[in-house]
């Protein structure tokens, strides 16, 4: 049997945080489905079509990743719906920094009590990228400053569009 992770997140835009936590979690399950929030309910930089985009060109262009292992999908629903549908037990959050813990321990509390037969994987992104928030790139790149040790290529070049 196929052991599925879905990956919930806005990835407005993707950044190598976001990258560390899938190749790390391709080490320990078959397949990661990156699934990129439609939900309106914040205030985005790219569209939920751009952004599922961009995450696919940094992930199997850019950075060549096998996508067999790793599919990119849309949702508007709560993410424990989102597990029935790829039959997953598993939901995988990245981790920061301490100040990240909280909210994730109240959201993998939540999510469990709405399926108890789902579990809440926290991975934590390799030391020079935790710092990196999808926010702060955006500020970088917004003030005219080099963020090519935070995203791949093709994220930047999108970002770049975004802000001319």
């Keep these: 049997m ?3 992770a879905i990956y919930p997140g806005t990835f407005d835009p ?26 309106n309910n914040k205030n985005y930089l790219f569209d939920s079509d751009e952004r599922i985009e961009i995450v696919k060109k ?3 262009k850019d950075l060549k990743l096998n996508k067999n292992k790793i599919k990119v999908v ?15 037990n598993i939901i995988l959050r990245g981790l ?40 702060f790139v955006k500020e970088i790149i917004s003030l005219g400053g080099d963020i090519k040790k935070f995203t791949t290529k093709s994220t930047i070049k ?3 569009l975004k802000y001319e």
């Design 58 to 60: 940094a992930l199997y």
């Design 96 to 135: 920061r920094a301490v100040s990240d813990f909280e909210y994730e321990f109240q959201l993998a509390g939540m999510n469990r009590k709405l399926n108890n037969n789902i579990e809440t994987i926290f991975l934590m992104s390799n030391v020079e990228n935790q710092i990196i928030s999808s926010n």
């Design 74 to 88: 849309k949702f508007n629903a709560l993410t424990t719906n989102l597990c029935k549908k790829y039959k997953s």
């Design 14 to 39: 993707i950044t190598y945080g976001h990258i560390d936590v899938i190749k790390k979690a391709l080490k320990i399950v078959d397949t990661v489905i990156v699934a990129i929030s439609d939900i």
């Design 158 to 160: 999108a970002l770049k």
């Design 2 to 4: 196929k052991n599925n």
